[in-house]
């Protein structure tokens, strides 16, 4: 899909769905969500005692990118961040996010297309579920996108070739050796354990600065 077809996807998701956004983001279930947020999560935290990296706790600044309904607030609440901005291209995604969450920034804006002015502005760059109806061409220049915008660390999800999940009609799928040799560092971390061998979460380290 195209960034028009898929903001008009998820525009007709919401209203379809407008007590609940997580349902409209293509996740396929709570749990799902959940346990990939979850898992993101708990490898950042893990960054904590790797002080001699150069790492920053708690993290001062955190991107979360594709954010839909800001549900990742959640969990940066136990960050205990100085700053967090959420970014979506759907525009509905982002007015849900902000009533969801008004304490917080939520801009409409597609990360691929950021401002030189963003690059290595922030601690940790999140991004959960924009690979779902992308491409491998896409995924590529994506990573390298996600790692510029970084200071410490990148992490994201993707659906994996391994194991016996059918994927949806229209659902990208990518062979997690493949992902982890066009990763720009070999300071990776690649979890398949939280949902099973379908569902794949890689972190990329950077080194101190």
């Known amino acids: 899909m195209n960034n028009q077809e898929i903001v ?13 956004p997580g349902a409209a983001s293509h996740w396929g279930s709570e749990r799902a969500q959940r346990a990939r947020l979850l898992a993101i999560y708990r490898h950042l935290t893990d960054a904590r005692p790797l002080g001699n990296w150069g790492f920053v706790w708690p993290p001062k600044t955190v991107l979360d990118v594709g954010c839909g309904d800001g549900i990742f607030v959640d969990y940066v609440r136990q960050f205990g961040v100085a700053s967090y901005e959420g970014w979506d291209c759907t525009p509905a995604m982002v007015e849900a996010a902000r009533r969801r969450e008004p304490k917080w920034t939520f801009v409409v804006q597609d990360f691929m297309y950021a401002s030189d002015t963003k690059t290595g502005v922030y601690d940790y760059v999140i991004a959960s579920g924009v690979f779902g109806e ?4 896409y995924m590529l220049t994506a990573i390298d996108v996600l790692w510029a915008l970084a200071r410490r660390a990148v992490a994201f999800n993707f659906l994996t070739t391994w194991g016996d999940c059918d994927a949806a009609p229209g ?4 062979d997690p050796v493949r992902v982890l040799r066009a990763c720009p560092t070999r300071r990776v971390l690649l979890d398949t354990s939280y ?11 950077k080194d101190p600065v």
């Open 195 to 205: 949902l099973g061998p379908y569902d794949a979460t890689v972190v990329i380290f």
């Open 134 to 137: 992308r491409s491998w061409e």
């Open 171 to 174: 659902e990208f799928q990518a």
């Open 8 to 20: 008009q996807s998820y525009t007709r998701s919401l209203s379809a769905n407008p007590a609940r």
